[in-house]
């Protein structure tokens, strides 16, 4: 994989996605050209019926690309979802980050993000230990093998993203 991805990930109900758009906001701040992948567990329709676009893909379509000046969505059917990397090898190689909601199997470097609130333990280093974890965010102090980063501080996380993978200013657009 050429483009840099890294999958946030954590209990339901802990503040991903709110802790991903202060991410994001910051990363367009310093420049970046940032991709955002949200796992799904569960099926979910983009379309609606009525759409000319959800016609084309009721009427068989296997996918089906909706195209306007200012952005694209594509609907495309699968047997199986595809595996993390090769989406983010076909979707993503005009970013310079790619940032995933979620995919905690995967094997994508990860932040966990934990709310003292929500949940004392985490997912990464409780049962079983994930060897993909590269820090945790947090609002609590924590004992941890990997960097520990303040959950309020987008601008904290966003310069241990960009140590980490290295990302320089000769990537910036």
């Given at each position: 994989m050429t483009v840099?991805?890294?999958?946030?990930?954590?209990?339901?109900?802990?503040?991903?996605?709110t802790l991903l758009e202060r991410v994001i906001a910051e990363l367009k701040r310093?420049?970046?050209?940032v991709g955002a992948i949200k796992h799904d567990a569960h099926s979910f329709n983009i379309d609606h019926e009525g759409k000319d676009s959800y016609r084309l893909t009721a009427a068989g379509a296997d996918t089906t690309l909706i195209s306007s000046p200012e952005k694209l969505a594509v609907i495309?059917?699968?047997?199986?979802?595809?595996?993390?990397?090769e989406l983010i090898r076909t979707y993503f190689a005009d970013v310079d980050?790619?940032?995933t909601?979620?995919?905690?199997?995967?094997?994508?470097?990860?932040?966990?993000?934990?709310?003292?609130?929500r949940s004392a333990t985490l997912l990464c280093r409780g049962e079983q230990v994930d060897s993909t974890?590269?820090?945790?965010?947090?609002?609590?102090?924590?004992?941890l093998d990997v960097p520990l980063l303040?959950?309020?501080d987008p601008a904290g996380i966003c310069d241990f993203i960009e140590g980490h993978f290295q990302l320089t200013a000769n990537r910036k657009r």
């Open positions: 840099p991805a890294v999958s946030f990930v954590a209990k339901s109900g802990t503040g991903k996605t310093r420049n970046y050209r495309k059917k699968h047997p199986a979802s595809p595996p993390i990397e980050l790619v940032v909601e979620g995919f905690k199997l995967s094997g994508l470097p990860k932040i966990e993000v934990n709310r003292a609130e974890l590269i820090a945790v965010a947090s609002d609590s102090r924590l004992e303040d959950l309020n």
